[in-house]
Structure formats: structure tokens, C-alpha cells
């Protein structure tokens, strides 16, 4: 007797419906749903485990279930038609992959308070108080394979340090936002540290009073969406880099993705009762939350293309953007799937 194992996978099940994803990774795609008429995909699949969820309808369940739903059969026949080879085959679509990731040549030797008069001097041509980057800053001596170096050093929240002096700027691993919670309504927004370390200069203060977040680069913010989503208040000090807001789409599309495949793990988890239904409620208001920042942000991204071109017409590269995605679309949003990864 024939068992599951037998049968074709739930994305191969539905290239055979002749239901295309419109955008996936290893582990994940997104469809137009099969059950309904729609126009934006909302269908959500998970390839390793099996699973599908319409966010439209909002329901979801197996493959097995949703063969029984769009054909009206048993699951005995249900089976019969999974099996390997009853259908019509459809030509072989790889699935993207995710390319290794490179460890840092960078290596730490050494962290302590800012002494170094060139490090000094460095901060004050900066327009920068020391005594403000010494209470938020150290002196981190670091190598890159034989050769040794000094910098000032801006520690993440995952215990890497953003480094700069007059000769470098860079990194040492793990890449990472640096938040500081003051448990507020409130949240500052800087792009880098330096950014930061400039306002707490001019308004005379050694430290945030309030919550704060430094993105330590462009391409993290959607590791501060989370941070951000708790305030009702947001100032975004960031620059008026319009090559930046070019990337505001890609990274908008990602983080809708990421988050309904966060959803995705949230039924997964209700299904072996790791998680109950009042912490779904909560969960899914942080997702929202954090996909209501994503459109503040890719708004704010077109604005400033906008302005930028006198005739840049909003809708025309939205709606562009929606039906063809452009080779540097993709190659922002590919990066992006690589830096965040669940």
C-alpha cells in the first residue's frame, strides 16, 4: 500500500494546478489563492512542512486538506491523487537557495575607555563632545589578520562593535542594531551612532532619556521594526539618501513576507500546542504593527523620490514596481532575504 511519502510535495501540487508563487525562498512562497478570486497574493505556503494558510479567508491546514477542499474527495483519494506520476508532470522549478555566509576577517583584541589623542581629536572635528562618546563609546583595538588597529567602537544589542576613525569604517560581527530602552511612548531613530552621538552633542546630554534605536545600517531596520512597533511616537533622524530610498520596497515586500511566515510558525505551533490562541492575538498585533512601520517607511522612501524628480509620478511607480519587478529590485530584495532570515 502506497503511503504519503509517495506522493508530490505541496509546491509541486500546486505548480501542477498551474499556480505559480510570486515570490519564494527555500522554505516559502506566496500564491494567489485557489480558493478565491484575488489580485494581490495572500496565500502563504510553507514547502517543509506541508502547510498553507489564506490570510483572505483566514483559515489554513495541510496539504491533504486543501486537496479534499479544491478537488471535494476523500483523503483516500486524496492520497491517490498526490501520488508521483498520476498527473500531468510540469516542467522542474528550482528552489532559491541560500548562500553561505562569509565569517568576518575581523577579529577584537581589545576594548577600553576613549584615550588615544588621535581618537580624540578625531571625535572633535566631528563636532563631538568625547565626554558624550565616552559614556556611549570605548577605545576598541581590533586586527585583520596580522596588522593591528584602533577605533572607536559602538556596541549592537547582539555584542558587535560599529567601529570608525579617521582611516575606517566598518564592522565586526555579528551585525546588529543598538536599542535603549527607557520604557517610554516615544522612540528615537538614528541611521548611525555618530548620528546619535551629534544630537546628544547639541542637546547637552550624555545619554538618551528616551527610547532610542541606531540602525548601524540602513539595510537592519527590519530588525528595529519590532523595537519601533511599541511607540505611538516615532522621530526618524535619518539621512536624505535617495539611492537608500530606493531600497525602501524590496525591503518592504520582505518584511511582509517575513511576517506572514512568522504567521506560518505561529500555526505550526498551535497545531503540536506550543502556543495557545491568547498569545496569537498578541503575536499577530506585533506582526501587524510591524508591517504598519514597513508602509510608514516605504511611503516616506517614494516621498523623497518624489521630490527628488519633479516628474516622478507616485502611483506609476508603485503600481510598476507591483506588476514587474526590476533587476535591481531584485537584487536588493535577494540581499535582503540573505541578511534576514527566520
Known amino acids: 500500500m502506497k503511503t504519503t511519502s509517495d506522493c508530490i510535495g505541496i509546491r509541486e501540487y500546486l505548480l501542477r494546478r498551474r499556480l505559480q508563487p510570486h515570490h519564494e525562498?527555500?522554505?516559502?512562497?506566496?500564491?494567489?489563492?485557489?480558493?478565491?478570486?484575488?489580485?494581490?497574493?495572500?496565500?502563504?505556503?510553507?514547502?517543509?512542512k506541508g502547510l498553507w494558510y489564506d490570510f483572505g479567508l483566514g483559515e489554513g491546514g495541510t496539504l491533504l486538506q486543501l486537496?479534499?477542499?479544491?478537488?471535494?474527495c476523500s483523503m483516500a483519494e486524496a492520497i491517490r491523487s498526490l501520488r508521483?506520476?498520476?498527473?500531468?508532470?510540469?516542467?522542474?522549478?528550482?528552489?532559491?537557495?541560500?548562500l553561505p555566509r562569509e565569517d568576518s576577517p575581523l577579529r577584537i583584541l581589545g576594548v577600553g575607555e576613549i584615550?588615544?589623542?588621535?581618537?580624540?581629536?578625531?571625535l572633535r572635528e566631528r563636532g563631538i563632545d568625547p565626554a558624550v562618546a565616552g559614556a556611549l563609546c570605548r577605545e576598541v583595538h581590533y586586527a585583520v589578520g596580522e596588522r593591528r588597529f584602533f577605533a572607536i567602537g559602538f556596541r549592537n544589542d547582539a555584542g558587535g562593535w560599529e567601529?570608525?576613525?579617521?582611516?575606517?569604517?566598518?564592522?565586526?560581527?555579528?551585525?546588529?542594531?543598538?536599542?535603549?530602552?527607557?520604557h517610554g511612548d516615544t522612540a528615537l531613530l538614528f541611521e548611525g551612532f555618530f548620528d546619535l552621538l551629534s544630537y546628544l552633542t547639541l542637546q547637552h546630554k550624555a545619554t538618551p532619556t528616551a527610547d532610542t534605536a541606531v540602525l548601524n545600517s540602513v539595510v537592519n531596520l527590519p530588525r528595529a521594526l519590532p523595537f519601533l512597533a511599541r511607540h505611538t511616537t516615532i522621530h526618524a533622524f535619518l539621512d536624505n539618501d535617495v539611492a537608500a530610498a530606493y531600497r525602501g520596497e524590496p525591503r518592504e515586500e520582505l518584511i511582509d513576507n517575513l511576517c506572514d511566515e512568522m504567521k506560518l510558525h505561529h500555526i505550526d505551533r498551535l497545531q503540536t500546542g506550543e502556543c495557545t490562541?491568547?498569545?496569537?492575538?498578541?503575536?499577530?498585533?506585533?506582526?501587524?504593527?510591524?508591517?504598519?512601520?514597513?508602509?510608514?517607511?516605504?511611503?516616506i522612501a517614494v516621498a523623497m523620490i518624489e521630490l527628488e524628480s519633479d516628474s516622478f509620478d507616485t502611483h506609476e511607480y508603485i503600481n510598476s514596481v507591483m506588476a514587474m519587478h526590476s533587476h535591481s529590485f531584485d537584487e536588493y530584495y535577494s540581499e535582503y532575504s540573505k541578511e534576514f532570515q527566520i
Open 277 to 299: 490562541l491568547n498569545h496569537g492575538f498578541a503575536f499577530n498585533d506585533l506582526l501587524t504593527n510591524c508591517e504598519r512601520v514597513s508602509d510608514h517607511c516605504s511611503n
Open 67 to 72: 486537496v479534499m477542499r479544491l478537488e471535494g
Open 25 to 48: 525562498t527555500a522554505t516559502h512562497g506566496m500564491f494567489l489563492s485557489p480558493l478565491r478570486e484575488e489580485r494581490t497574493p495572500s496565500f502563504s505556503v510553507r514547502y517543509d
Open 163 to 182: 567601529l570608525r576613525s579617521p582611516q575606517f569604517k566598518g564592522s565586526s560581527a555579528p551585525k546588529s542594531i543598538t536599542t535603549f530602552d527607557r
Open 84 to 98: 508521483k506520476g498520476s498527473a500531468d508532470e510540469v516542467p522542474f522549478q528550482p528552489l532559491p537557495t541560500a
Open 115 to 122: 584615550r588615544h589623542p588621535a581618537l580624540i581629536g578625531y
